[in-house]
């Protein structure tokens, strides 16, 4: 949990009905789900290039290299970075993962050593009580097919649990890191995030947002026209938002769970089903201890 940080959003902006509108339509839009790069030097003399969704990436960009380079003691220009970013709108059981170069993994079989990013943020659109975003203590390794091989051995005993809340964000080193949306409930409502990543080498085969394709498969013309209108009207010198650190341990609840030697076989059947994302994963491990949906839980596994 050392590297997580989490933000509330607080609007800066009369726009915000306006901005968070397109940002829940694009988490929603079936037809957009791939990941893109911002254009961090746009022509913001040029209409074409206003409008919410990428200035609200490009925003958060930049305040979090601001911050980073505050705690790193760098000068990071953003113009010497890349921005990934996407959406989605989904409530299923996924695996574990680390953030990387995707298609440099997949489709180069790169999997020694592959591109990862330096910072991953995530923002929550909407609430969610049932599908928190769990991040381990596992650090990423090279030369295996699968990247999880061996982490479920019992070896790692830290995990962090932070729960959706509208127009919270979340920062953590998510390309160093194993993490993954952990469904505690199956019959939960989807959760909408935003997710960017910041990366120093670019990845591989990804393209820039194609902002009037991804208008005309959203919207009517009548309401193209009415939205083109409105960022006319974006302030490229003013954030959309400020981004209000939380102090984290005034909201974290740590929870200790002891693991008898008689158990120690359930346990890593368990931690194995989590990590490679099975579906049959046993929640009682961790819903059972949850009492408050508004904590940010820090699990710690003891064995007896």
């Not at 390794?141 to 830290?158: I, L, P």
């Not at 609840?253 to 359930?266: A, M, P, R, S, V």
């Amino acid at each position: 949990m050392d590297t997580v940080n989490i933000y509330d959003l607080k609007i800066n902006s009369n726009n915000f009905a306006d901005v968070y509108e397109e940002l829940i339509e694009f988490a929603k839009n079936p037809d957009f789900k791939q990941t893109y790069l911002l254009k961090t030097s746009p022509d913001i003399d040029n209409d074409e290039n206003r409008n919410f969704i990428e200035k609200f990436v490009f925003d958060t960009a930049s305040f979090h290299i601001s911050e980073y380079n505050k705690k790193k003691n760098t000068s990071i220009n953003i113009n010497e970075i890349y921005i990934e970013f996407w959406s989605l709108n989904d409530n299923h059981f996924k695996r574990m993962h680390f953030d990387k170069d995707e298609q440099d993994y997949l489709i180069n079989k790169n999997h020694t050593t592959y591109n990862g990013p330096f910072l991953s943020c995530i923002t929550y659109l909407n609430d969610n009580t049932c599908a928190p975003t769990l991040i381990t203590d596992i650090s990423r390794k090279f030369g295996s097919d699968d990247e999880r091989e061996d982490f479920y051995s019992g070896k790692h005993t830290n995990f962090g649990m932070i729960f959706p809340k509208k127009l919270k964000q979340l920062t953590f080193n998510g390309g160093e890191y194993l993490h993954g949306m952990y469904l505690l409930d199956p019959s939960c409502s989807n959760r909408l995030v935003l997710p960017i990543n910041f990366w120093f080498k670019k990845p591989k085969y990804l393209s820039y947002f194609p902002y009037y394709s991804y208008l005309k498969s959203s919207y009517s013309k009548q309401q193209i026209v009415s939205i083109c209108k409105k960022h006319g009207y974006i302030d490229h010198t003013a954030q959309l938002f400020n981004y209000n650190k939380i102090n984290i341990n005034k909201v974290m609840k740590t929870i200790e769970i002891k693991i008898e030697k008689t158990n120690i076989d359930e346990f890593n059947e368990w931690y194995k089903c989590l990590i490679f994302g099975d579906k049959s994963v046993d929640l009682l491990y961790l819903n059972e201890y949850i009492s408050n949906r508004d904590y940010v839980y820090n699990f710690k596994f003891i064995f007896m």
